[in-house]
C-alpha cells in the first residue's frame, strides 16, 4: 500500500488542530505566587546572610590590616634598590603577561588580532604607561527600522578593541582589567561623562562557580542619576562587555550589601547575561571606525533545534546578514569556508582556493571577527588554509593566530 | 497591580499561557514563565508607548521570557554534556508518549506527529508556525511580536510549512518500511 505524501495543506490543517492548552493554576495561586515572588525580589537579605556579613566586617580591615604592614615590608626595600620596572622586557616591550595568566603563550604582545607588533598593527604596548588592548562596549546611531516598523536613528551597542590604560597597576587579572574598563573614561558606557562611574565603584570579583561577576559601589550618585537613556544604554553595553567573557550574571552591591539603585531601573540586585556568543558581525560609521557586534543581539541566527550553533556552522551564519541589516559580514564575498577541522585547542580553517582577501586592512577585520567568535569556544588558536593566504602570510601571521582566553 | 493584572488575566491570560507551552514543551515551566511575565509587564507598564498593540506588547514579553529560558536550558545542557547535543536524525522512531501533554494524547496519532516534529524546526520557524497556526495570529501581529519585517514571516513560514513536510514524510516512509518488515 503506498501512502499518500503530505503537502502544505495537509500540514497547516494539522498545525490549526493542534489543542488548545490551558493553565490549570486558578486565577488567585497565579497572583499569589507573582507577589510572593516579586516581595521575594524586593526583600533584604536573609537573616543568616547578615550574620555573614557581620562577621566580614571585623575580619576585612583586621585582613587589611595585616596586608597593608605586609606590603610596607615588601614594598620599601623595593623602591630603595630603585629596580621596580620588573614587568617590562630588555627590550621595552611591556611584558604584560609576567604575572598575567591569560595571555601566557605569546610573546608580550596582547594583540587580539594576531598581527604581529613590528608590523605597524595597533600596539598593545606603551613605554611609559602599562596599556593592554581590551575589547570594551560602543555606541553609535544607525539608520534602521526597530521592532515596531519605524524608520529612524538608532543608538546601537557593539565592542571594539582599545587600548586602555591600567596606569601603574601591574595587576592584570580579569577582576582589574574589568575594573579598570568600568571606571576608566575612555570607555563609551551610553552614560555622560558628568556621571562617569569611575568614582563609585570599589570593587569588582568573579564567582566562578556561579560564572557571575559583582561590581561593588561605595558611592551612588551617579548611578542612581542615569536618565532614562542613559540607563538603557548602561544595560545593553553590560550585556555586551559581559556576554563576550561568557558571564552568566552581574551582581551590583553597595558596600558588600546586595542591590544598588540605576536610575529608572530602581534597586537592582543582578541582571542575567540572556544570550551566549555566537558569531561578530561588522559595522562601520561614517568616519571609518569597525565595531563588532554579537550575532545575537542583531537577531541572527545563533541556534538550531534549541541547540547553540557549533563553530563551523557560526562561521557559515557569518558570512551573510539579514536583509537590510545596517551591519555587514566582517568576511569578505569572495570568501567560502569549505571546512574547519578542530584539533584540541587549535581550529584550521579551510577556504576556497577563489577566495581573495582585497586588502590588508580586510584580513584583519576577518581576524578580529573570527578570534572575536573563537573566544565563545574551547579554541585558543585558528590558522586559514587557502590559496590567499600565499600573499597575505608575508605581512600578516595566517597560521596559528591566538585567541585570547579571558 | 491587582486590577491590572485582572484585567491583563481575562483578555490575555489563557493565550499567553498556550504560548509559552508550546515554546517551552512543559505545563509546569509554562507555569512559572507565566508569572515572570505577570511580573515583568506589572513592573514596566507604565513605559509601555503603545507603539505596538496592548497584544503584541505582551506576547513578545512572553517570546523573551520563554527564550530566556530555552537558551538557558541549552546552556546548561551544554555544559553538563561538555560538547554539543546532536540531534539523533531517526528520532522520531522513538515513541515516548510520556512527553506528550494530555491535550495532546488525546488526539489521533498524525498530531501526536505533528507536534513531535515541530521541536525539529529552526527556533524561528517554530517561532513563526506557534504563532501563525497555534495563536492564529496575523502575519502583522506575528512580524509585529518578532520584530520581523512582514516579508520574513512569509519566508520564514513557508520554509517551516516545506521543513515540516519533510519530516512528515520521512515519517511516514518509515512506518511503512517497518510495517513491510512486521
Redesign the interface.
Known sequence: MTKRLWDDQDVENHLKQLPPIKDRQSKEELFQAIERKMQERNEKPSPLYTKNKHKLTWLKPLMASVAAVFLIVLIFPYFFNGDYEMSYNSDNNADISAGNDMNNSNDGDFNIAGTPSDDGGVDTESDEENTILLPVPHFFEVLTVNEFGDEGLYTKSGITSQPISIGENRDSSLENLIYYTLTSDEVDWGIQDSRSLHNEISSVNIDDRENAVTIDFFNSINIERLSSNEATSFYEAILEYFGYFHFEKIRFTFNDEPGVLIGPFGFVEEWDIPYENRGYYLHEDEEGNHYFVRGAYVGERIMENGELLSFQETLGEMLVVNEGAWYRSAIPESIEIEDVVIEDIHAAIFVNDTGIIPTVEEFDLLVEALTFTANDFSIEYISFIGNFIDEMSQVRQTEMIHVNDF | M?EE??RL?EMY??TL??YL??MVRN?EV??EL??EV??KV?HSYQSFEG??SEKTWLY?VAKHVGI?W??????KK?KWVGK??E?SEREFEIKDHALL?D??L??KD??HQ??SV???????QQQV?ILR??Q?LSISET??VL?W?Q??VKTTQHRA??E??RY??QI?SFN?VKEVGE
Open positions: 491587582r493584572f485582572d488575566y491570560h489563557q499561557f498556550q507551552f508550546y505545563r509554562a507555569e507565566v508569572q505577570y511580573i506589572l507603539k505596538s513578545s530566556d530555552i537558551r538557558s536550558q541549552s546552556r551544554r554539543q547535543f540531534w501533554p491535550e495532546i488525546v488526539q498524525e498530531l505533528i507536534y515541530l521541536k525539529r524546526c529552526k527556533e524561528d508556525i497556526y497555534i492564529a512580524a509585529d520584530g519585517t516579508s520574513k510549512i516545506k515540516l513536510k512528515m514524510n511516514d511503512e
